[in-house]
């Protein structure tokens, strides 16, 4: 059994190393966690020890098959958990983030079957990021920046790559959801903002930024 610490670190390791695809630094785990590189390198210890991670000096920290299952099934308790409250309890998406944390280190693989299967096995969370199933395989759907689409085609909001609780409360105030049809009607030469329609309803002018953050498919 992991302590939170440590299921805090392999999460962080698994996102930085993009599922387990690349080595990330020590000073990079530091900077993401907002903690002292001697803390890191006392935890890249710990976790070697149980086979959860290889360390190589100067060439970084690679997690194990054993580190990835364990991090997806973090990640899995968490957007179930998110998707619960969001569901069930009626939070708004930008207030379920800090809670989720709370609640994806309990320890109870029945609660969370229960948990998966009173949602109806959801694929997503309400910020439209795959939920892993209890083998930790994930549905990926290939998805674009909506700063990538072309003048007047539909594209279909799926998912954010910012979810700040700043960021998602300012789409929800514009109108923008997951799920949302957005047509591009104009783009602006000078910043790269966008004049865009949601829903064939609301026009709206979004900044270079947001439209990079908007994760499309048409």
Excluded: C
């Excluded at 989720?100 to 109806?120: N, V, Y």
Aim: glycine share 6%; proline share 3%; aromatic share 8%.
């Amino acid at each position: 059994m992991l302590s939170l610490t440590e299921e805090n670190y392999l999460k962080t390791i698994y996102r930085l190393s993009d599922g387990g695809a690349k080595a990330v630094l020590t000073n990079e785990i530091a900077d993401s966690m907002n903690t002292k590189a001697a803390s890191v390198t006392d935890m890249v210890k710990k976790l070697s020890v149980k086979d959860l991670i290889s360390y190589e000096p100067y060439y970084g920290v690679k997690i194990t098959r054993l580190g990835k299952n364990e991090a997806l099934m973090v990640i899995r308790k968490h957007r179930l958990w998110e998707t619960f409250l969001v569901d069930k309890l009626k939070f708004s998406w930008d207030e379920v983030h800090d809670v989720a944390e709370q609640l994806e280190h309990i320890q109870s693989p029945l609660l969370i079957e229960k948990l998966d299967e009173f949602l109806g096995y959801p694929t997503a969370d309400p910020h439209g990021h795959p939920i892993p199933d209890k083998n930790g395989k994930i549905q990926i759907l290939k998805q674009v920046p909506l700063s990538e689409i072309a003048l007047n085609k539909k594209a279909f909001v799926r998912s954010v790559k910012d979810g700040s609780s700043s960021f998602l409360q300012y789409l929800s105030k514009i109108g923008i959801y997951i799920g949302a049809t957005i047509t591009i009607l104009e783009r602006i030469e000078f910043d790269g903002s966008l004049e865009i329609v949601i829903d064939n309803k609301k026009k709206v002018f979004i900044s270079r930024d947001v439209s990079e953050n908007l994760l499309v498919t048409e």
